[in-house]
């Protein structure tokens, strides 16, 4: 039994409410994301908030931070075993299977938003519930296909006023040479054991790759002499790698090759990349999006057949916090320009008839209809900054009017119910 004293009228750790004006600029730029995906041929695939919790072990690795530390993981009072997804890849994976697109034309082409978990440590940039925008082709192994990808997200932050970021991209190679490059990796690192990190002792036991992440000062001298993956890859693998950077260069988006870049998750093989801001004296770098080719993924999660696929997601937290973001409003909302004021029974009786009227006509308004006097209404509506108020009284109800009074000059005008939704439309905002 949870006490009454032990309510907290607090969002956990690591969320928060999104309201008013933030609510809309989360909502912008996912309108605007949206958009662009739309564009280029993408679908929306929404999936649930919860998947099971086993669907991600084997997808993202056992050996990741996200499921070693940071999965919120709970079992149901049915017994079930669920998990708070935390990203978008994996599930967009088992829906696929689960929807058979496998029979559609290839590749399918999503595009989802929305928030996703990790217990972290909470810090700037670092959420434990954070938002994404995400989009993924399946389907398709060729490197066109990671070309749109990068495309698709530099275009989206072009849009939100972040047009300078910097691609860093490279290739991880695949299930041919991968393994090879790997065991030089291995080999080398044991070789410096005891002058590396102990983090970096357990990445060499767990998740040898993750050991080109590390940023502690003692690891660099080591890590920058560390066997680099582009001297591994095989000739499909550089041939692919060199397509999509020849694509890039066709698009003119500016990148930076980095071979010590290889991601958290290990579902990746091929392309990766990040876009990030740049890191100052004070403040490390942080990424605002990534993303990769997963052409394991499928066969991962148990799928018969390879499924070649590649994907990327922007952090859409990272992105609004970043100065200089552009502040893109939804088209959907409007703000009222008119306050309706009613006064007396008749007239409060009558006021959702007219608020639906308007409603009908697209046209949004404020109103407070707990209140009874004038000058109560009034002052609310002068406070809200609304231009135009809009008043039902004993007498209009009985004529069929209202009176529409601007606020800033105080001038009236008597307008009957049935003009009333033209005469508010010709009315400058
Ligand atoms: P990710 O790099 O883990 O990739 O996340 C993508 C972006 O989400 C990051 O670049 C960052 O902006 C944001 N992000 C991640 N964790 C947090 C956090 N704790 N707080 C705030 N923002 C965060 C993926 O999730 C892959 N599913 C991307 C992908 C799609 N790869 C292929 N397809």
Redesign the pocket.
């Known amino acids: 039994m949870i006490k009454k004293e032990n309510i907290k009228l607090q969002t956990p750790k690591?969320m928060r409410d999104l309201i008013g004006e933030e609510y809309y600029r989360y909502q912008g730029f996912f309108e605007k994301a949206s958009e662009v995906a739309i564009y280029y041929g993408f679908q929306p695939i929404e999936t649930p908030i919860l998947e099971s919790e086993s669907l991600f072990y084997h997808s993202i690795g056992a050996h990741t931070d996200?499921i070693e530390k940071?999965l919120y993981a709970l079992r149901t009072k049915g017994g079930d075993r669920l998990a708070l997804r935390?990203?978008?890849?994996?599930p967009i994976m088992r829906a696929y299977f689960e929807h058979g697109l496998q029979s559609q034309p290839q590749p399918i082409m999503l595009y989802y938003h929305g928030p996703?978990f990790?217990h972290?440590n909470p810090q700037k940039?670092?959420?434990?519930e954070?938002?994404?925008f995400?989009?993924?082709v399946m389907g398709s192994g060729k490197s066109i296909t990671d070309a749109l990808?990068i495309r698709l997200v530099s275009t989206i932050l072009t849009e939100a006023g972040l047009p300078d970021l910097a691609i860093e991209i490279n290739s991880i190679g695949d299930r041919d040479c991968r393994p090879i490059w790997r065991r030089e990796l291995v080999n080398y690192y044991r070789k410096h054991a005891k002058d590396i990190c102990a983090d970096c002792r357990e990445r060499l036991k767990d998740n040898p790759l993750r050991l080109l992440d590390c940023k502690n000062p003692k690891c660099q001298p080591i890590k920058a002499e560390a066997p680099s993956v582009i001297s591994y890859l095989c000739v499909p693998c550089k041939q692919h790698f060199k397509e999509v950077l020849e694509c890039l260069e066709a698009m003119k988006i500016t990148y930076t090759i980095n071979n010590n870049l290889v991601?958290?998750?290990d579902?990746?093989s091929r392309t990766v990349f990040?876009?990030?801001l740049p890191a100052t004296d004070t403040e490390p770098g942080?990424?605002?999006?990534?993303?990769?080719r997963?052409d394991y993924l499928a066969r991962a999660l148990g799928g018969k057949k390879p499924l070649p696929?590649?994907?990327?997601?922007?952090?859409a937290?990272?992105?609004l916090a970043t100065p200089g973001v552009a502040n893109l409003l939804p088209r959907l909302v409007k703000k009222p320009k008119v306050f309706f004021i009613q006064l007396g029974s008749e007239a409060k009786m009558r006021s959702l008839s007219v608020i639906e009227i308007l409603r009908h006509a697209r046209i949004p308004v404020a109103h407070s209809l707990s209140k009874d006097s004038l000058s109560t209404q009034l002052g609310i509506a002068e406070k809200t900054n609304i231009p135009y108020a809009m008043i039902l009284g004993q007498k209009e109800v009985i004529d069929g009017t209202v009176i529409v009074r601007d606020m800033r000059t105080r001038s009236q005008d008597v307008v009957t119910l049935d003009d009333l939704a033209d005469y508010l439309k010709s009315l400058k905002g």
Not at 86 to 90: F, I, L, N, Y
Not at 125 to 128: K, L, N
Not at 286 to 292: F, N, P, R, T, V
């Open positions: 690591g996200i940071e935390p990203e978008g890849t994996v996703f990790r972290d940039g670092r959420y434990r954070f938002r994404q995400g989009l993924e990808v991601r958290g998750l579902y990746y990040e876009v990030s942080l990424a605002l999006a990534g993303g990769g997963y696929a590649v994907g990327a997601a922007i952090g937290d990272r992105v």
